[in-house]
């Protein structure tokens, strides 16, 4: 058995409303320090196998089908025995 | 300059219909290894001060204020010096 963190981030060449609109109400609340701030998406799972690479191709298959849209998408993953 | 990276996940003992979906939508494609699928948000930004201990509290504060709803979520930081 497997622990799962993916990370989903957007492209850095595309545009983030969503951390833009983010920023801006922290500048708003005089946190001005705090910039480029982009948002993604986190998914925790775990996977039911005995074998590593057994997972990691499961969660390489998951990235690609379910958690991103690969023509606009970063991932990134970290698998940890439990 | 600090990078930071805030993992916003929603508490262990709320439901994340979300991330039942996702299951759904894997096991509805063959992946049934993969299971207790959970949704969460990832913030990346940039923190403009040369103190670290500084960019620990204006994470703290962003985390209470903006990126968290404390009520429901947790969330977890990693700050680097850039």
Redesign the interface.
Known sequence: MFKVEV???LRTSILDPQ?KT??H??HS?R?N?????????????????SSYD??KK?VE??CK???TNPVMEDYSYKIEKM
Chains 1, 2 share one sequence.
């Open positions: 990370i989903v981030t951390g983010v920023e109400a922290m609340l946190m320090t705090i910039n480029n701030v982009r948002v993604g998406k986190v998914f925790h799972c775990t996977i039911n196998t057994e997972a499961s298959e998951a089908k379910v958690f």
